[in-house]
């Protein structure tokens, strides 16, 4: 599994930057009327901390029930995986943690109670040391007895008074699969204290977007599921946005999470040097990712064990939309700090963006991507 921190200051959150851009939506969305800015009023509002901070953990690629190093021995790598996630979750003492998906290996599950024991399992260090969180759910999770929107309805039930998450408007996100496949469109206010009024201008806004992949269940015919973030959370993303510009005058920064890198997490990738594109953490060179036998050199060091970097449908560029939407729409006239990834395992990334993303293009802005560590 994977974990990583980051720590945004309230002085830098606030900073904005990119010309406000007009909004004109392509396509009507029938529930724009309605975006309701108080989502989730039975939760507390979240805040940074009194002295401007706000500390959110990542943690993602859990792949519980995963059976492919040791058959027969999920329980302990589950258990093992539980226990890293406690010592984390209680080392670093977040405001606030996301799951980037692939909580569970859906695959490996043979029935729904599998599924279910492996949520309240894994959810329950979160309980313990009673850190809010969300999920945006990956490949693994749309599997034999388990969608987004079926493992999101676990997690709210397993955390009732932490789980952030919440579904999708009513045809945004799944596509052709309905609903269910694609349910992990949603935003979460940050505000600048904790005596903030629900409903205003927060400091920051946690977005997470629906990357989908993986298969229908098996009662639907266990049909491959589109693996980029459907074109219709472009028009939701637009006129959320919008409907938050005319609330709040400006929109605050915003920080994207999404399952499957983007394409120009590729692009990012692909263009040497490397080396000097990794930033965060000392301990991310390339030395320190051999490859899966020890070997140092690997086709992109340091960066990733895929080749190429595996990214949302990178052929037809079908992530296009919601990119534009960022880039063009409501959304982009503030600052995105960053659009981070799960999925590829074995990389541990920062880049800046080679793309055209407004503010996402700039030196401290960043595409992340994470590394899948077994415990
Ligand atoms: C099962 O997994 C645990 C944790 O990864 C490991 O320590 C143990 O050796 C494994 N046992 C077998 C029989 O593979
Ligand atoms: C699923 O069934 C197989 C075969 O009976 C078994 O080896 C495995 O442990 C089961 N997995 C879970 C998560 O119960
Ligand atoms: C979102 O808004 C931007 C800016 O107006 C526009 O370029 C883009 O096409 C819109 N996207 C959709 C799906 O409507």
Redesign the pocket.
Known sequence: MQVSRLLLALGSAAAVCGAPLATSLQQPWRGADKVDLRPSPHLPLLSFRPDGTFKLAIVTDTHLLDNQ??PG?ES??N??TIEEVQRYLERERPDFAVHNGDVISGEAANNTKNVEDAIAQLFSPFVRARVPFAVSHGNHDNDRYSTHASLARLERAVAPQLCYSRPAPPGIGGGRFGDEVGSDNFWIPIHASRKAIRGSRPALLLWFLDSRSGHTTLERGYQPIDSWVDPAVAIWLNATASAMQRAWGTLPPSVIFTHIPNRYHLVAQSKAPFRAKLGGVTDERPEHFPGPNGDASRPHAGLNIDDPLDVQDKAASRDQAYLDAIAFGPLGSSRIHGIHSGHDHAADWVSSCPCALPCVGSSDAALRSARHR??
Do not use: D, F, H, Q
Request: avoid cysteine; charge should be neutral.
């Open positions: 190093l040791a021995n302990e790598v258990g093992a077994r415990s």
